[in-house]
Nanobody, 120 residues
Framework: QVQLVESGGGMVQAGGSLRLSCVASGDTICISAMDWYRQAPGKERELVALITNGGSTYYADSVKGRFTISRDNAKNTVYLQMNSLNPEDTAVYYC??????????????WGQGTQVTVSS
């Protein structure tokens, strides 16, 4: 059982930056990869960035060079540093974690989402 809580969303002008945080609690040893998704109105939820337990990362082409995903295992927290934001980045951002391992349920965990709005 894992719980995820996101924070750090808000409104920012184009070209600005935001840093999202996602704090995991519960059976955190069961977490393998953690990632960030986003969903804009009328669009499907899309994967933005992913980081594995080993530190390997993946980024969607639309955010490469602008966003950075990182982890602080001591704080059970994953971050998404977002720079050079533009209005197309406006969406609800969701933290996600995959459960995997001995005595761990194989399932997905989701945070409640945090709104990011980028104005022109």
């Amino acid at each position: 059982q894992v719980q995820l809580v996101e924070s750090g969303g808000g409104m920012v002008q184009a070209g600005g930056s935001l840093r999202l945080s996602c704090v995991a609690s519960g059976d955190t040893i069961c977490i393998s990869a953690m990632d960030w998704y986003r969903q804009a109105p009328g669009k499907e939820r899309e994967l933005v960035a992913l980081i594995t337990n080993g530190g390997s990362t993946y980024y969607a082409d639309s955010v490469k060079g602008r966003f950075t995903i990182s982890r602080d295992n001591a704080k059970n927290t994953v971050y998404l540093q977002m720079n050079s934001l533009n209005p197309e980045d406006t969406a609800v951002y969701y933290c996600n974690a995959s459960g995997y391992g001995t005595d761990c349920p194989v399932q997905q965990y989701w945070g409640q989402g945090t709104q990011v709005t980028v104005s022109s």
